[in-house]
């Protein structure tokens, strides 16, 4: 195997998997990242390269991305186990079923088996600090999402403490942001409790350890399911594409930080101008390597390693 350094000399020879068309596997969904195929009673998730933004897949691919969001959240299902179940089987192709077997080039390092799960239809986002949309609607109405919050902050103050802001799971367009109370509308108050609470604790225990490792986690989304385990944590975890990353050494309230996260991409949208309707840009070579970057160092701090390719 190669270590990331090597690799991002070269990086413009990186394999780039933007799509995947497994044959002799049933193809179950595609997502915006993600490739789903379903076999029998499991779901194997594929995470390619492809990046969106403004809810639109861009036009370029991110190299090694899709091998950096599994080898992060592998390590957070592990890291957070002692909280919640996780649907997570294996990650490793020797113990999945024969079908894969033939696809083992194009999965390695970028796939795990999973338990189906029946999807809670909410968004679990978890704020510790005022950023993105939590700030602007701060900014407008002194609360997010209607929790009421104290005068005079300022963008990227952290929070008295954590909040629990959940959105509904849009198929496409924009997810939407909703109030505790509606969530208990939709899933009931024992469900709804059940996410809030989880939630706020894994954020605590993951915000608390990547601090450690010089990584303030602003805010994050979790998603889950229900197994016959109950309430399970699902999807990726506590990723660049899920979170907002920031570098401690960095971090001053009053204006937005530098990020380990898709910020920067779209950053630099913002600044061409695109007006966020489809078809989406392609990225030049310059913020796919920033992007790189920050997404391999965002893995190294938290993983404690190199991401091994």
């Known amino acids: ?176 942001n909703i109030t505790f109370e509606k969530v208990v509308d939709i899933v009931g108050s024992e469900v709804a409790n059940q996410l809030k609470s989880r939630s706020i604790e894994l954020y605590n225990k993951a915000s608390e350890y990547a601090l450690q490792r010089g990584i303030i986690i602003s805010d994050t989304k979790f998603e889950w399911g229900i197994t016959d385990e109950g309430l399970t944590l699902i999807d990726e975890v506590l990723t660049p594409d899920s979170s907002r990353f920031w570098p401690a050494d960095d971090y001053e309230p009053g204006r937005p930080q530098a990020s380990f996260d898709k910020q920067f991409v779209r950053d630099y949208l913002i600044e061409s101008g695109w007006n966020r309707q489809p078809p989406a840009p392609a990225l030049p070579d310059d913020v796919i390597r920033k992007t790189v970057e920050k997404y391999l160092e965002a893995h190294r701090r938290l993983t404690g390693r190199e991401l091994q390719v």
């Open 1 to 176: 195997m190669q270590k990331v350094g090597t690799v991002m000399e070269n990086w413009m020879n990186v394999t780039v998997v933007t799509e995947t068309n497994l044959e002799g596997l049933k193809l179950f969904k595609r997502g915006k990242v993600r490739d789903i195929y379903e076999l029998d009673d499991k779901l194997l998730i594929v995470a390619t390269d492809r990046i969106s933004a403004f809810d639109c897949v861009l036009g370029s691919g991110i190299p090694l991305k899709g091998k950096i969001l599994t080898s992060l959240s592998l390590f957070w299902l592990d890291f957070l186990s002692d909280i919640a179940p996780n649907h997570l089987i294996t990650s490793r192709l020797a113990e999945m079923d024969e079908a894969v077997q033939p696809h083992r080039e194009t999965l390695e390092g970028r796939c795990m088996l999973v338990k189906k799960a029946k999807v809670v239809p909410i968004e679990c986002v978890v704020r510790g600090y005022l950023a993105g949309s939590g700030w602007r609607d701060y900014q407008s109405t002194g609360a997010v999402c209607g929790i009421k919050l104290p005068e005079g902050l300022r963008e990227s103050d952290k929070l008295p403490e954590p909040i629990f802001t959940p959105a509904t799971k849009a198929e496409s367009g924009h997810d939407e």
